[in-house]
């Protein structure tokens, strides 16, 4: 085992995630949802460089790569996903990926290195059929009635569909071996502005936020929009507005220093300008890496809503749709990171939790996990002008190769 700092190659970093912007290329983004066709292309593509660093790759059941080895030694898993947010960026997941596959590239062929780097590419991470779903798999947290319920939110596709047009269908769904991995490592943009703003480079990862969702609907009475009188309406469009100005209003004060709630979705029923809406649903989120801090916010959401029904004229329900529990990274992952950063970024580097959800969080139930971010310009993300420099591409690969070569030491010593 050697102790000598291993770089990647930057040029070819560069040159593959741009080969991954051809597929579904929009504007300086990508459109790639999951199980598009250029979802398989992408897929396709990184299946047929895993030869480069003695790998072998496998396209499972869920659409997961899984890239494994036989070098001898402790095997570290690293990896993100491929597919887009709809009409987005052109970073968010395939960085981690080609990181990935950068370390095993770098650091498998070498015999001064024990161990290996494995690669892995989640699928839908970002949430078309799911949440999390190629990770969830991968932990044994999927089962099959949960695939045959799951639906693209664009269309009417269900996922058994989607499997079978992409040549999916009938292959098995491959879990994690316990104990073979020493953990995980994923490298993601930042998504936000603290590094650029601070003048760094690389965010170590220390906690990544749990997110719950919530579908809240409004109950009134549907009704013509110019012959109700206003004092005997109930719309449940303005409910729904009155009920989203009260949760700004109420929140603050229960919440805690990062936590962020945001109404992403709002549907009038029956959705037409001269009929008052007679129902009302809006999807509802809240994020925070304190459980205790969610639970509070639920309880008064809860309560909103209860207040909001007894004073009327609308009846408010609220239904929990969706748990992901928040994770804390490894320390050990945390401290290999921020050496990697002294010794190749400068020390330019900044310990910080991640307002987004990734992969990490599901790996973190079985296996030690790390991260570390690369700064985004603007803070810009889930949009076609998502963007990071070159040089800031290339130092978070740097970084990246040298922390998955002091966690191989490490394990081997």
């Given at each position: ?43 396709d593509?990184?299946?047929a460089?895993?030869?480069d ?13 899984l ?9 570290l ?37 024990a161990?290996a780097?494995?690669?892995a ?93 919530y ?11 110019g ?19 009260a ?5 603050p004060?229960?919440?805690g220093p ?26 509802f ?8 801090v ?7 959401l ?32 945390q ?10 970024a ?21 296996m ?16 076609w ?29």
């Amino acid at each position: 085992m050697s102790d000598t700092l291993r770089r990647a190659d930057g040029a070819r970093v560069l040159a593959d995630l741009n080969a991954l912007r051809s597929f579904g290329t929009y504007k300086t983004g990508v459109h790639r949802p999951t199980f598009s066709e250029a979802h398989r292309q992408s897929l396709d593509w990184l299946a047929a460089r895993h030869p480069d660093a003695q790998l072998t790759a496998e396209i499972d059941g869920i659409g997961n790569v899984l890239g494994t080895s036989t070098k001898p030694g402790p095997k570290l898993l690293a990896g993100s996903h491929l597919e887009s947010q709809n009409y987005a960026g052109w970073l968010d997941g395939p960085l981690g990926v080609v990181y990935a596959l950068e370390a095993a590239r770098v650091l498998n062929p070498d015999p001064s290195i024990a161990g290996a780097v494995e690669v892995a590419s989640w699928c839908d991470e970002e949430g078309h059929f799911g949440a999390f779903l190629g990770s969830r798999s991968y932990v044994g947290d999927v089962s099959e009635a949960d695939i045959d319920a799951a639906r693209d939110r664009s269309s009417p596709r269900t996922m058994r569909e989607a499997l079978a047009e992409m040549g999916l269908a009938g292959r098995p769904r491959l879990q994690a071996e316990r104990g073979r991995h020493i953990g995980y490592l994923e490298a993601h943009i930042e998504q936000g502005d603290t590094l650029e703003q601070s003048d760094l480079k690389v965010g170590v990862v220390t906690s990544i936020v749990g997110i719950w969702q919530y579908r809240i609907i409004f109950t009134g009475e549907q009704n013509h929009a110019g012959t109700t009188r206003m004092a005997v309406r109930k719309d449940a469009g303005l409910a729904l507005a009155k009920f989203c100005l009260a949760i700004d209003a109420r929140f603050p004060a229960a919440c805690g220093p990062r936590t962020v709630w945001t109404t992403g979705r709002i549907t009038l029923d029956p959705g037409a300008p001269s009929i008052i809406p007679g129902q009302a649903e809006m999807l509802f989120q809240i994020r925070d890496d304190d459980p205790a801090v969610i639970d509070r916010l639920e309880e008064l959401l809860r309560e909103l809503a209860s207040q909001a029904s007894a004073a009327g004229p609308c009846q408010v329900a609220v239904e929990r749709i969706r748990t992901g529990a928040p994770a804390m990274m490894d320390g050990a992952f945390q401290d290999a990171i921020e050496a990697a950063s002294s010794a190749l970024a400068g020390g330019r580097s900044l310990r910080m939790p991640s307002g987004a959800g990734h992969d990490a969080q599901v790996l973190a139930t079985i296996m030690p996990a790390g991260m570390l971010f690369v700064p985004s310009i603007g803070g810009i993300s889930h949009h076609w002008t998502e963007n990071t420099s070159d040089a800031d591409i290339v130092t978070g690969a740097d970084v990246f190769v040298d922390t998955c070569r002091r966690l191989l030491a490490g394990a081997a010593r």
